[in-house]
């Protein structure tokens, strides 16, 4: 994430006066072509008024959030609206989809799949679009950004450990964290099928920019081949490899 991204994320955060109290930013470089820094985490920090600690107890105890809580939730959030997918900006896409893109089309893969045993669905839907939430503190890490695989997986647990105290614990973050984890430990039936979906919502999209924009994205299919899970991500890759062929 460009120091202009960070100046541009650091005051409408503060704009909300929990946010201002509870938290500090801390950058963590990479070695990417870039040399501005990027945010990796928010670093809570203890408030100090006893009626922000009591709020917050209540808030952490409590079902859902607080309308507080909430709204400085969907505020960070937005980072993931504005964020664009850094393996299309490294080939030079133009205007590259952003990483709520990615997980929107995810969450509907989700939702249109035909029923697979021992599969929860509605489960899908909601792994699908909280699978790359972090990313909102930490930006979309690529590969070419020369970050460790394990860093990379610090740097987004401890993101999405403090994404879940803005929220003000409670069984929303839980539920949450938890659909994060399982994602990333690739855990469950529910995991394999959406680690599949997000494969091929990458190659369906690199299919897309070839056609409107005459690029050449093989590498972003070589990337997938043969790392499907599941009947219906193989599928479902099968179809728009055919629908490459044809257009070539």
């Not at 922000?52 to 309308?67: E, R, T």
């Not at 509605?122 to 590969?143: F, L, R, S």
């Not at 695989?149 to 949450?176: F, V």
Request: glycine share 4%; hydrophobic share 35%.
């Amino acid at each position: 994430m460009s120091r202009v991204l960070c100046k541009s994320l650091i005051p409408s955060l503060l704009s909300s006066s929990s946010i201002s109290a509870q938290f500090r930013f801390t950058y963590f470089p990479t070695s990417s072509s870039s040399s501005s820094p990027r945010v990796s985490r928010m670093a809570t920090e203890a408030s100090s008024s006893s009626s922000s600690s009591s709020s917050s107890a209540s808030a952490s105890s409590s079902a859902s959030p607080s309308p507080s809580s909430a709204i400085d939730f969907l505020t960070l959030c937005h980072r993931l609206k504005t964020t664009k997918r850094e393996g299309w900006v490294h080939r030079g896409v133009n205007n590259p989809e952003s990483i709520a893109d990615h997980m929107y089309r995810m969450g509907v893969m989700a939702l249109i799949a035909a029923d697979l045993p021992g599969v929860d669905r509605d489960k899908c839907v909601k792994m699908a679009i909280v699978h790359d939430i972090a990313e909102a503190i930490v930006g979309d890490i690529t590969p070419a950004d020369g970050v460790p695989k394990d860093e990379k997986s610090r740097r987004e647990r401890a993101a999405l450990e403090d994404m879940c105290k803005l929220l003000g614990g409670g069984s929303r973050a839980k539920e949450i964290s938890d659909l994060w984890m399982e994602y990333e430990e690739n855990s469950s039936l529910e995991a394999k099928v959406v680690k599949d979906f997000d494969k091929v919502e990458m190659i369906l999209q690199a299919l897309e920019y070839e056609n409107e924009q005459g690029k050449d994205l093989e590498e972003f299919f070589q990337s997938t081949a043969g790392k499907f899970q599941t009947e219906v991500g193989k599928a479902w890759a099968s179809e728009v490899a055919s629908r490459r062929k044809k257009s070539n």
